[in-house]
């Protein structure tokens, strides 16, 4: 499976992204042998992140001025596909600290930060990218907090002012990389006694593993993508402070709603799934599998016209995702917004549906656990239903973004207490501020 991007129009992509792509695909057959072991036990890729670390690439969107690779959003959403065609596990946590990343990145860069807002930033950024430069620490994401969507209420992991700084209390569900990482970036909201909770109100502190009060707590044990080890984080009067913000109070919630392709880059690493199943498909059936009897299946008519089938679905959605990561930017137009709520929801959905073509293709030994395709068929099943964009919720969101206009979403119906806080709104100031 040692491929070349192809499915790119690679004149299309920098030489220095192009090599790093080359890269993957050669140190990707290895990571695909440890995803048994690490699917296995459900433990973590631990060799995978000394290999990448070791070859330069945890920096990927951190600025070339601070020693990173400067890479644009699409770009490192090409690497994290191909990271996704070996090891899903891999691509989905290393999606974690690449938007980690890329939240300090690309927030600091909106058009529509003061620049009082900007200097208070810079140096907050500074010390997490040169952390990421120079000790090549790894970042996790734990946003979830379990039975809701995050985007809807203020997250009930919450800071209180103490003397010298803040107590950060609550709980984190699904924390990928839990007990792994090197640092977690907490997003919470800061309380204040005689006042609700609120959005603008929301915060994001980067806490050390070692942190006295942060503790990992829970089984893992699920269906797929058991490698990312996302167990339950606890937080109890973990104390930080000014030193240890990721941005200053107020420029999450400025930032986020205007740049919406930042909760796409789960995407990456189910297009990379879909793209194994695809791989395997057609190595299975040319008898090219190594450690399987090397029997050709060509010759079945059905067997080929499936084979059609899942490029046939594959091919348009590669297509479309690829737009809609190279055209990703801040204050994207409608139709932008519409093309990724598309692609997020092709690719989430592609995925299964070509996982699950290829084990009915290939036929009964492809579900050997001694063969990747049961794993890709697990791990490809998992997408869908990642907040904040869930199908459902894309299924949502396309039907607000054509049928009404910016000025009528607010009146459009929709579930009570759904999930539409995180729908775009147009190039706002504070859209989350209504709540
Ligand atoms: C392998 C894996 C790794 C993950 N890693 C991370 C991570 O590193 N960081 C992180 O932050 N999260 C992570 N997640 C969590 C993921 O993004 C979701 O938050 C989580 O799967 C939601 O599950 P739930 O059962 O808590 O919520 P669900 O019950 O699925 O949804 C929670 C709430 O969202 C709202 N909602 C959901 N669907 C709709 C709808 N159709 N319409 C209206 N409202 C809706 C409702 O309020 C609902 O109660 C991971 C998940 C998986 C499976």
Redesign the pocket.
């Known amino acids: 499976m040692s491929t070349p991007a192809d499915y790119y129009d690679l004149n299309r992509i920098r030489p220095e992204v192009l090599a790093v792509l080359n890269r993957i695909n050669e140190m990707g057959p290895t990571f695909a042998e440890r995803a048994f072991a690490i699917d296995e036990a459900a433990s973590f890729p631990v060799e995978n992140y000394r290999d990448l670390a070791a070859e330069g690439l945890m920096t990927l969107t951190v600025p070339e001025e601070y020693g990173g690779h400067g890479f644009s959003l699409g770009e490192y959403a090409m690497v994290g596909a191909e990271i996704g065609k070996y090891c899903g596990a891999t691509a989905?946590?290393f999606n974690?600290h690449n938007s980690t990343m890329m939240w300090a990145r690309f927030m600091y860069e909106m058009p529509h930060l003061t620049e009082t807002e900007r200097a208070a930033f810079a140096p907050l950024r500074e010390r997490q990218f040169r952390r990421a430069v120079k000790e090549q620490g790894i970042y996790?994401?734990?946003?979830?907090e379990?039975?809701?969507?995050?985007t809807?209420k203020p997250a009930q992991t919450q800071c209180r002012r103490v003397e010298g700084g803040w107590k950060i209390n609550g709980f984190?569900?699904?924390?990928?990389?839990a007990g792994y990482c090197d640092y977690y970036s907490i997003v919470c909201t800061e309380v204040f006694d005689g006042q609700d909770p609120r959005h603008e109100d929301t915060m994001n502190f980067i806490v050390h593993k070692d942190a006295v009060g942060l503790s990992v707590q829970g089984d893992w044990d699920?269906l797929?993508?058991r490698g990312?080890n996302?167990r339950d984080l606890v937080l109890k009067d973990v104390f930080v402070t000014e030193d240890d913000l990721m941005m200053p109070p107020g420029i999450f919630i400025k930032t986020l709603p205007n740049y919406p392709h930042m909760m796409a880059t789960?995407t990456p690493t189910y297009m990379g799934v879909a793209q194994s199943a695809f791989d395997f498909t057609v190595a299975y059936l040319r008898g090219e599998v190594p450690g399987h009897p090397p029997i050709d299946r060509r010759m079945f008519t059905t067997k080929r016209l499936a084979v059609s089938k899942m490029y046939a679905r594959l091919a348009p959605v590669r297509a479309l995702w690829w737009q809609a990561f190279m055209e990703a930017d801040a204050f994207p137009s409608q139709a932008q917004v519409l093309r990724m709520y598309a692609a997020q929801y092709n690719v989430m959905e592609a995925a299964q549906e070509i996982a699950a073509l290829a084990i009915r293709t290939c036929g009964g030994q492809s579900m050997l656990k001694s063969l990747p395709l049961e794993r890709i068929y697990r791990d490809s099943r998992?997408g869908a239903?990642?907040?904040?964009y869930?199908s459902?919720?894309m299924e949502?969101y396309m039907s607000v973004l054509t049928l009404y206009d910016v000025d009528e979403f607010d009146d459009a119906p929709g579930?009570e207490?759904?999930?539409r806080t995180s729908l775009w709104r147009g190039a706002a100031e504070m859209p989350l501020a209504a709540e």
């Open positions: 989905l946590t974690m996790s994401q734990p946003i979830s379990a039975g809701q969507n995050w809807s984190k569900k699904f924390a990928s990389l699920p797929g993508m990312t996302s789960l998992c239903l990642m907040l904040p869930t459902e919720i949502d579930d207490h759904g999930a």
